[in-house]
């Protein structure tokens, strides 16, 4: 998807660039399938049974209920795409550049194309993804719901996504990332690209739930104008071989506000090098970003956080709290804090810690066992509020949190 010989040149030329963070990955010893090599379906219900299963454990509903459009890829096929809401246009990125010779002034602004390896394979090859835009002066309740889902063993998925919320427009989208049960080892690489115009506000629930063998790396920009709100929610609570993600924010826009809140479970030997970034240079820009997380096992999980105040009167406040269960296991956060304007306010708060032997005590006094009122205290530490929903979808959300806890 690349319109241009200098964005050609430049990934061409990042091919081999190493991320800056995370580990480096052979993407050669992944399987790179081809688009439409699976069939289309009307709706999620034609799915069989056993991905129903898979697809409902990240918040994907088969049957739509609750839901404005749905948009579903599997390995590289964007398999099944519809939309009930007239607010919003919902396709794959092959056909909305073909619908929308404008949309090509989007492409690669938010992300650079040659920022490392991974956005330059997207970029190089036919990668899949979707192209979501609420029109203006429009609210939406119903969230989108989208779901990148890996059928195939060895595959490397590869994903695009442009979203676009015009002015004065409310965006949902919840989006659940799985693999088949079946599937043990693949790769996905995931591309996203947010834009939102005056007035406009998105919110961005994302589950993971991967094999333990599988490699994810997505790259996220998000570029805010004036009197804009764009809120991430990020929930992994299974087992992954390595995910490295830092998704930045930038807030250009005067009164612009971005908020990140992720709850990490660091299970088995996973390496979760997660983060956010968010640079402010709209005067009265704001970001929070708030991170839960617990270690495993053997679990190693990176935090990480970098605000940067470029403006007068902006604000920032970071914030990592977590929980280490095992010896084998740990927690590194990372927070910076930059300044460079005279009238602005930066914060941050990290602790790193265990849980609290009274609590455990207090609990089975009464009537708990130790593992049950150790499950219940890390269940509760995970659980936080998750702010700035319109009551439906924080229900939602809700429900899909205690999905992902259950059995912790």
């Known amino acids: 998807m690349l319109q241009t010989d200098?964005?050609?040149?430049?990934?061409?030329?990042?091919?081999?660039?190493?991320?800056?963070?995370?580990?480096?990955?052979?993407?050669?010893?992944?399987?790179?399938?081809?688009?439409?090599?699976?069939?289309?379906?009307?709706?999620?219900?034609?799915?069989?049974?056993?991905?129903?299963?898979?697809?409902?454990?990240?918040?994907?509903?088969?049957?739509?209920?609750?839901?404005?459009?749905?948009?579903?890829?599997?390995?590289?096929?964007?398999?099944?795409?519809?939309?009930?809401?007239?607010?919003?246009?919902?396709?794959?990125?092959?056909?909305?550049?073909?619908?929308?010779?404008?949309?090509?002034?989007?492409?690669?602004?938010?992300?650079?194309v040659d920022t490392d390896k991974y956005t330059a394979e997207t970029a190089l090859r036919e990668s899949g993804g979707y192209f979501i835009r609420s029109l203006p002066n429009s609210k939406e309740i119903f969230p989108i719901q989208a779901c990148m889902f890996i059928g195939g063993a060895d595959v490397a998925q590869t994903v695009h996504n442009i979203i676009i919320a015009d002015e004065n427009s409310e965006l949902h989208i919840i989006t659940g990332c799985t693999t088949g049960s079946d599937i043990q080892r693949a790769l996905h690489v995931g591309v996203s690209e947010f834009y939102l115009k005056k007035g406009a506000k998105i919110t961005f629930t994302m589950v993971h739930n991967w094999a333990e063998q599988v490699e994810v790396r997505p790259r996220t920009g998000v570029i805010l104008g004036d009197d804009t709100t764009y809120i991430s929610n990020y929930i992994l609570t299974s087992p992954v071989r390595t995910i490295q993600t830092y998704p930045t924010a930038y807030c250009q826009g005067e009164n612009s506000r971005a908020v990140f809140q992720s709850i990490l479970s660091g299970k088995k030997d996973s390496v979760l090098d997660t983060g956010s970034r968010t640079i402010l240079t709209g005067r009265n820009s704001s970001?929070?970003?708030?991170?839960?997380?617990?270690?495993?096992?053997?679990?190693?999980?990176?935090?990480?956080?970098?605000?940067?105040?470029?403006?007068?009167?902006?604000?920032?406040?970071?914030?990592?709290?977590?929980?280490?269960?095992?010896?084998?296991?740990?927690?590194?956060?990372?927070?910076?804090?930059?300044?460079?304007?005279?009238?602005?306010?930066?914060?941050?708060?990290?602790?790193?810690?265990k849980i609290a032997e009274e609590e455990v005590q207090y609990l089975m006094s009464r009537g708990l066992t130790e593992d049950e009122a150790a499950s219940m205290i890390v269940r509760g530490f995970l659980s936080m509020d998750i702010t700035g929903l319109p009551p439906e979808l924080a229900a939602e959300t809700k429900k899909m949190l205690d999905l992902s806890l259950q059995g912790m």
């Not at 053997?298 to 929980?323: D, N």
Request: glycine fraction near 8%; charged fraction near 30%; proline fraction near 2%.
């Open 6 to 112: 200098a964005l050609k040149k430049r990934a061409l030329k990042a091919r081999e660039k190493k991320a800056a963070l995370g580990e480096d990955i052979e993407l050669e010893e992944f399987e790179k399938e081809e688009p439409g090599e699976h069939e289309e379906l009307e709706t999620l219900e034609e799915l069989p049974e056993k991905y129903k299963k898979d697809v409902l454990n990240v918040g994907v509903e088969p049957t739509g209920t609750g839901r404005s459009g749905t948009f579903l890829q599997i390995d590289q096929s964007g398999v099944c795409t519809n939309c009930q809401s007239e607010s919003i246009e919902l396709m794959n990125m092959k056909d909305a550049l073909k619908k929308h010779d404008w949309l090509n002034d989007y492409m690669w602004k938010a992300v650079a």
């Open 287 to 353: 970001t929070e970003m708030v991170t839960r997380a617990v270690s495993n096992d053997e679990s190693q999980i990176y935090t990480r956080g970098h605000l940067s105040g470029q403006s007068q009167e902006v604000k920032g406040h970071l914030e990592c709290m977590g929980l280490v269960l095992s010896d084998d296991s740990m927690i590194y956060s990372v927070p910076e804090l930059e300044g460079s304007a005279t009238n602005l306010e930066l914060s941050h708060e990290a602790a790193v810690g």
